[in-house]
């Protein structure tokens, strides 16, 4: 199974489980949008820009609670992509009632090499880049992200010296059992520049120290 799959994998059995212990119904999305695995802490939507009428993508949204706050409380007109089914599956089960919200099964690369349309905002919150090689992402990302356009992303980050490849970790799931995934996390100063390389200019760059959890890192960029 190549590196990605894995990661797949680990969270489709996450999300399933999920399914299984809280038997989700449609709910009304969260009053906030969370970047960090420390909830009520960082910055908000607002790191995004004033949303209203735009088209917005989230690469790995998971149950797409932070696309359902975008599109309910922001206006914003929201595609989620998610390569693992069951994640989608609870998304839609949570929040496919809204309008303005369409949820996809696809690989985040694959989703962007294949669309024809261009979006305004493109953001992954812990989801596509951090857990899958940001070449291909980034470069797709840049193809479908029109001028004037904006790019977030929050990944966890462990150390300011990262490697640029890939690094083991795992991933508890609900029942407490341990799945190995791939992360790709690169430093600060790797990330900006990968952006660069990929034809992007860095806005912001937020560092939340760790505490109980890993730190977090955050950073913003437009299309040069
Ligand atoms: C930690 S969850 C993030 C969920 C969501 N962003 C949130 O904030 O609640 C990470 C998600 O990213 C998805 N993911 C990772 N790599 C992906 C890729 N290359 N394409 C699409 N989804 C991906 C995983 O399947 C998983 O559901």
New binding site residues.
Partial sequence: MTT?AA??A???A??KQRLADTAPQARTPPARM?WTQHPNTGPGAELLGDLAGQLVV?????????LAHLVHHHQAVGIG????RA?IHRAKVLYGHLDGLTLLT??????LTTTKRTFDVVY?????L???PPDP?LAGIRQRLHAGGRLGFSVPHIRSDNPPGPIADTLALPDGQHRPITRWIPSPAGWTDLLTRHGFTVDDQQFLPPTTRPGCLIMTAHPT
């Fill in positions: 990605t990661n797949t680990a969270w489709q996450h999300a969370q989230e690469l790995g949204c998971g149950p797409a609670h932070n992509v998610d390569a693992a994640q696809a690989d985040a690369t694959e989703f992954c919150a812990f989801g596509a951090g857990l899958s992402i």
